[in-house]
């Protein structure tokens, strides 16, 4: 099946650092990927939408200068967490939408900002 | 704008109990459906999806779910829970054009041995 991969799979950083998180699809190709935040026992709460070749469509709330999204080819889209602070601790999902419309998860990058 | 919700959030059950979760949705229009597993330090899995068609949905491990437009709803079952299903399951919606797949907060269940 479909593969989705992150990296890192965890990351713990200083205050004021930025970070950067990649999800590439494997062996499918996608024009599409999808950013989610999810907190402790919460569900997944949709950041942006990752179009390749084409600036990122934030969700309402989600400031876009400070999680920034480049979706550089077809299988890789990348997350920078800038001047990360602790309430952006979190777990960051993405998945990618293959040409069969069906998407696919990674498996998540734990963040903890000290 | 569409959204999810799913009525319970922690169920305890017994092994061969049956199992059902609820999920409704509000979108007027066309909807896919799906519903998500995931596992305790796992990620997400997809467990059943509904397009299109046969209403009712057969998804991997014994699940289905039953897609009612009149309900706006997309019930999980499963007749015989096992321990293994111990997990976190999401209902989710994607609405027509839309590429988003909105989430719902999610139905912990624990299934005792």
């Known amino acids: 099946g479909a593969v989705v991969s992150q990296h890192p799979s965890r990351v713990i950083c200083k205050s004021g650092t930025s970070v950067k998180i990649e999800c590439r699809s494997l062996?499918?190709?996608?024009?599409?990927m999808f950013w989610y935040r999810q907190f402790p026992k919460q569900s997944l709460m949709l950041m942006a939408t990752?179009?390749?070749?084409?600036?990122?469509?934030?969700e309402q709330g989600v400031e876009k200068d400070k999680f920034l999204i480049n979706h550089a080819s077809l299988t890789l889209s990348t997350l920078t967490v800038t001047s990360a602070h602790p309430e952006d601790s979190s777990f960051y999902i993405c998945?990618?939408?293959?040409?069969?419309?069906?998407?696919?998860f990674g498996p998540g990058t734990r963040l903890t900002v000290l | 704008a569409q959204s999810v919700s799913q009525h319970n959030h922690h169920v305890i059950l017994s092994e061969a109990a049956s199992l059902e979760l609820g999920c409704n949705y509000s979108?007027?229009?066309?909807?896919?459906l799906f519903w998500y597993v995931q596992y305790p330090g796992q990620h997400l899995q997809l467990l059943l999806k509904y397009f299109s068609g046969d209403p009712l949905v057969k998804g991997i491990k014994g699940f289905e779910a039953e897609f009612i437009k009149s309900k706006f709803s997309f019930n999980l079952r499963k007749p015989s829970v096992q321990w293994s299903d111990t997990a976190e399951y999401f209902c989710?919606?994607?609405?027509?054009?839309?590429?988003?797949?909105?989430f719902g907060k999610g139905t912990r269940l624990h299934i005792l041995p």
């Open positions: 979108y007027g229009g066309t909807v896919n």
């Open positions: 062996d499918f190709q996608a024009t599409t």
């Open positions: 989710a919606v994607n609405a027509g054009r839309d590429d988003k797949i909105i």
């Open positions: 998945s990618a939408r293959a040409l069969w419309n069906e998407q696919f």
């Open positions: 990752s179009n390749e070749g084409s600036k990122a469509t934030y």
